[in-house]
């Protein structure tokens, strides 16, 4: 199951813990590690890094309560440590929304000043088209726009 759903099981692991039904965050951050060792990511295809990727920064948005309070670096101390050691590779095969994420992690650790958080500015920054003034999805330049007055969709290219 991690290895598909990553960020929603985290999300799922805390909202438990909040809502006081029962506690699994230990329990899945074991099961995570072990299903994504770092030792092993030479053997992810693009989509699984991005799942490992999001799989971790869910656990630190998770338990910020969703950007709620700030959460402690020490207590995801191994996660912290891998962005570090590998953001170049998080920019260079991943896209922009993850990079975000991870740059969103430190924040929420109140870690401004931390390198991460520059290069994922700059890479986002990079990102962003100019004449649009948005980064384009990974389709393109086409996206959905609902119109709820007429129930329909119209595809914008």
Same mark, same amino acid.
């Given at each position: 199951?991690?290895?598909?759903?990553?960020?929603? %099981? &985290?999300?799922?692991? +805390?909202?438990? /813990?909040?809502?006081? @039904?029962? #506690?699994?965050?230990?329990?899945?951050?074991?099961?995570?590690?072990?299903?994504?060792?770092?030792?092993?990511?030479?053997?992810?295809?693009?989509?699984?890094?991005?799942?490992?990727?999001?799989?971790?920064?869910?656990?630190? %948005? &998770?338990?910020?309560? +969703?950007?709620? /309070?700030?959460?402690? @670096?020490? #207590?995801?101390?191994?996660?912290?440590?891998?962005?570090?050691?590998?953001?170049?590779?998080?920019?260079?095969?991943?896209?922009?929304?993850?990079?975000?994420?991870?740059?969103?992690?430190?924040?929420?650790?109140?870690?401004?000043?931390?390198?991460?958080?520059?290069?994922? /500015?700059?890479?986002?920054?990079?990102?962003?088209?100019?004449?649009?003034?948005?980064?384009?999805?990974?389709?393109?330049?086409?996206?959905?726009?609902?119109?709820?007055?007429?129930?329909?969709?119209?595809?914008?290219?």
């Amino acid at each position: 199951m991690i290895t598909a759903w990553a960020a929603q %099981l &985290a999300n799922q692991a +805390y909202w438990l /813990r909040q809502i006081g @039904e029962q #506690d699994l965050v230990s329990e899945f951050i074991d099961a995570f590690q072990r299903t994504y060792p770092d030792s092993e990511d030479y053997r992810l295809s693009k989509q699984q890094f991005g799942n490992k990727l999001y799989g971790m920064t869910h656990i630190i %948005l &998770a338990d910020s309560g +969703y950007y709620q /309070r700030p959460v402690n @670096e020490k #207590d995801h101390q191994w996660i912290y440590n891998y962005f570090r050691r590998n953001i170049d590779d998080i920019i260079k095969h991943t896209k922009e929304d993850i990079v975000a994420e991870v740059g969103i992690s430190f924040l929420l650790a109140g870690l401004h000043d931390d390198p991460v958080v520059t290069k994922a /500015r700059a890479a986002i920054a990079r990102a962003v088209d100019k004449k649009h003034g948005m980064i384009f999805s990974v389709w393109g330049f086409r996206f959905c726009v609902w119109r709820a007055s007429k129930r329909t969709r119209h595809y914008v290219t």
